[in-house]
């Protein structure tokens, strides 16, 4: 085992989906954007997920470039670390089976010219079985993100549904209130329905107001009265007690974890409809010294021109 795998990082199956939605973004195009050589001193790798991909001549999952060290040799454990891989393995171009070396963890100068002489890269995998931590945290990790995409989806379905069904019930009271609108308008053009209505309102009125007064001085309202005085009572003792006044001296405590559950959920929905490939791309990007030092380079080299 060269490299720890680390949680926090995508996975190489998750980099080598990320590769390939942006290898499939640049299809079409009439001038496609070229992945500039590796500097002096660097050397270009690749990472197949099976040896059958090398052997047919199959897009590698993933590829970049690794510093080699002053003597011309590799350390395989940066290729592990560029990848979130627990080991990898050199593949002999030609004769496509695993390169055995003297130590495991590093390739000879002589070792990198040989296997890099034909496609002026070196081609890795990821040897099999797998040890079982490694096998846990990435079985872990792709059940979190399982998870994550399924209560974003139902988050947005619910919204969805939600929403048609509040549209739906709008638009239903919406003609329910205009047919009994026209009804209204219709029998009050056409009998006096309408007018008995607004004087059959005032007798009601005066009878439900008879009703209430003889029910207040019954002993039943009474009764009624005297429970409510004593539940208000009993109210303000509870709200002058120790603990009420502890929680209203914690309030602002409390306000403040609500936000900062409010925020985490907003940042999670953030990330989420900026999707999960843009950010695996930003960091297999922001891996590669070799860009930044190319682009630095590029500049310097513009800069001496122009002078």
């Known amino acids: 085992m060269f490299n720890t795998i680390s949680l926090n990082r995508p996975s190489p199956k998750e980099l080598a989906v990320s590769s390939q939605t942006a290898r499939e973004s ?8 070229k992945r500039p050589a590796p500097l002096p001193g660097w050397i270009r790798v690749k990472f197949y997920s099976h040896i059958y991909k090398i052997r047919y001549e199959m897009l590698p999952d993933m590829e970049g470039d690794v510093k080699l060290n002053l003597s011309g040799e590799l350390d395989m454990k940066k290729v592990c670390q560029l990848w979130n891989l627990e080991a990898c393995v ?36 990821e040897p099999k079985p797998l040890s079982p931590s490694t096998a846990h945290k ?11 995409t399924s209560i974003s989806m139902l988050s947005h379905l619910s919204f969805s549904v ?35 209505t607004r004087y059959a309102v005032m007798p009601l009125a005066f009878i439900f107001s008879w009703i209430a007064m ?20 009993r109210f303000k ?4 007690s120790s603990h009420v006044l502890r929680i209203h001296e914690q309030m602002h405590w409390i306000v403040l974890s ?3 559950m409010m925020l985490i959920v907003g940042l999670l929905l953030l990330l989420n409809a900026l999707g999960w490939n843009a950010q695996y ?9 070799s860009v930044w030092a190319q682009r630095g380079e590029n500049r310097g080299l513009m800069g001496a021109r122009a002078v």
């Open 214 to 233: 003889k029910t207040i001085a019954s002993p039943a309202g009474r009764y009624v009265h005297s429970t409510k005085v004593s539940c208000k009572k």
């Open 26 to 33: 640049t299809w079409g195009m009439k001038h496609p954007p």
């Open 138 to 148: 990435r079985k872990l990790r792709e059940a979190s993100i399982h998870l994550q």
């Open 281 to 289: 791309r930003t960091m297999s990007l922001l891996r590669q010294p």
């Open 90 to 125: 050199a593949i002999d171009p030609m004769r496509w089976i695993p390169v055995e070396s003297y130590r495991p963890r590093w390739l000879s100068a002589l070792a990198v010219r040989v296997l890099s002489e034909r496609n002026k890269c070196i081609m890795f995998i």
């Open 237 to 240: 003792i509870a709200m002058a």
């Open 162 to 196: 939600t929403s048609s069904v509040v549209n739906t019930s709008v638009d239903f009271v919406g003609r329910g209130t205009a047919k009994v609108n026209r009804v209204w308008v219709y029998l009050d053009e056409r009998t006096k329905f309408p007018m008995l």
């Open 258 to 260: 609500i936000c900062l």
